[in-house]
């Protein structure tokens, strides 16, 4: 089945991600997608919550049922899927940042959020949660968020047409995810550092559970680490391991 063929459309949910696991449990397709107007308790990376207001973003999630078990990837094809998306539907470039935010002018677009499930050592599904802000005005984001968050109506100065916009994140995200099925690693790391907020070689710092530690960027690897230099010697970081980093700056 491709992306979006069978949609599921609800008002409000805690978390379109929790309707998508049960229906992911009884056996629902790959590719069956859920959608609400409104979440309310929106969940982003780390728990952290993300503000979900009724009928101003886009809130949905993707049942996929992947043939390898190696999903490290995953977010990265996410983000390039809502990138296009986002341009193809209204010519905005917007960049990613490492390793599931979506950002336009260093502030907050989007984000993705996936969540797998295993029998045994093997994968039984993934659910793959997408978060856009599409219709607010800043006065609508809460105040502690306000001045980090965007919307595409504060961008293009215009409504937006939300269907348009998930006609074109269907056909994107079905592109991408051929890609990952197909073993392209390499086209899927290559494009994520070309629309990437931190260029190579710039020097940031990630946090870190028990502290900090900067370094110089060296791109991801083939299974979607961050790659840091420190002292001629690289490390790399999986997303787990990372609270944030700091030192984005790349921008069109």
Known sequence: MKIGEKILRVESCSSTNDIARELAIGGEDEGTVVISEEQTQGKGRKGREWFSGRKKGLYISVILRPSKDDIS??????????????????GIRVRLKWPNDIIWNKRKLGGILCESSFLGNKLNYIILGIGLNINHLKEDFPGNIRLFAVSLKMIFKKEIDEEALLEE???????????????????????????????????????????HTSGVYRGIDSRGSLILERKGKKRNFCAAEIETIKGMIKED
């Open 169 to 211: 994140l269907w056909k994107a995200i079905d592109r991408w995810y051929n890609i990952f099925s197909q073993g392209d690693e390499r086209k899927i790391v290559h494009m994520f550092q070309e629309y990437s907020v931190i260029p190579l070689g710039k020097e940031v710092t990630v946090i870190i559970e028990d502290g």
């Open 73 to 90: 990837l995953l977010p990265l094809l996410a983000g390039l899927a809502v990138r296009d998306a986002v341009f193809n539907s209204v």
